[in-house]
């Protein structure tokens, strides 16, 4: 099968999750704004990485424009972002704000831990951040979101590069659905 991994982020983290998919299956990775309609029609597997700001996915306007070209295809999504992997509801309610409305049907949804360093915000994120946190009623959410947090490893990426290795048949950088380095 030929994949390709096509992303889009706003500080690092989704495009260096990206990266590293893109080394361990072999695909090539583009930022959403550099792939056009034509290159879509090549590929049979397409992982789709967004980071989440404030509750929309960033590539959430890339997904509605190329919606149509995307049917009939491998679909398997990742997002980077803050929510717990304990915190199933937050992630069910991230899904049905930004997939489930125009019935996108995926393979495989992966929640990636991502990273905030609060000084790399423009003041604008930073701002949005601090309101966030004022309203925020759990102490350790309201921690996470006034300190920051990088919680980015390759080793998040096991179940994605397996599940797309099953699915996909797709062979690995160090073999047939193999995750070792990660």
Same mark, same amino acid.
């Given at each position: ?43 049979? =597997?397409? %992982?789709?990485? $967004?980071s989440?700001?404030?509750g &929309? ?5 890339? +997904?509605?424009? *190329?919606f ?8 398997? =999504?990742? %997002?980077?972002? $803050?929510?717990?992997?304990?915190? &199933?509801?937050e992630?069910?309610?991230? +899904?049905?704000? *930004?997939?489930e409305p ?6 495989? =949804? ?9 000084? &790399? ?7 949005v951040?601090?309101?966030g ?50």
């Open positions: 099968m030929n994949g390709i991994i096509i992303y889009q982020g706003k500080y690092g983290a989704t495009e260096q999750y990206a990266q590293w998919l893109a080394g361990a299956l072999h695909m090539p990775f583009l930022k959403a704004d550099q792939v056009t309609s034509g290159m879509l029609t090549g590929y049979d =597997v397409v %992982i789709l990485g $967004s989440v700001y404030v &929309k996915l960033t590539i959430g306007k890339w +997904l509605k424009e *190329n149509n070209l995307l049917a009939g295809k491998k679909i398997f =999504v990742f %997002i980077v972002c $803050s929510t717990s992997a304990d915190d &199933k509801a992630q069910r309610q991230l +899904l049905r704000t *930004n997939l125009g019935g996108m049907k995926t393979t495989g =949804v992966f929640f990636l831990p991502g990273r905030c360093i609060v000084s &790399k915000l423009s003041w604008k994120d930073r701002f951040l601090k309101m946190a004022m309203l925020q009623k759990d102490p350790q959410k309201k921690a996470v979101m006034s300190q920051g947090f990088d919680y980015m490893d390759k080793k998040n990426l096991r179940s994605l590069i397996s599940a797309v290795g099953l699915e996909c048949e797709v062979e690995t950088a160090a073999g047939p659905i193999a995750t070792s380095g990660y």
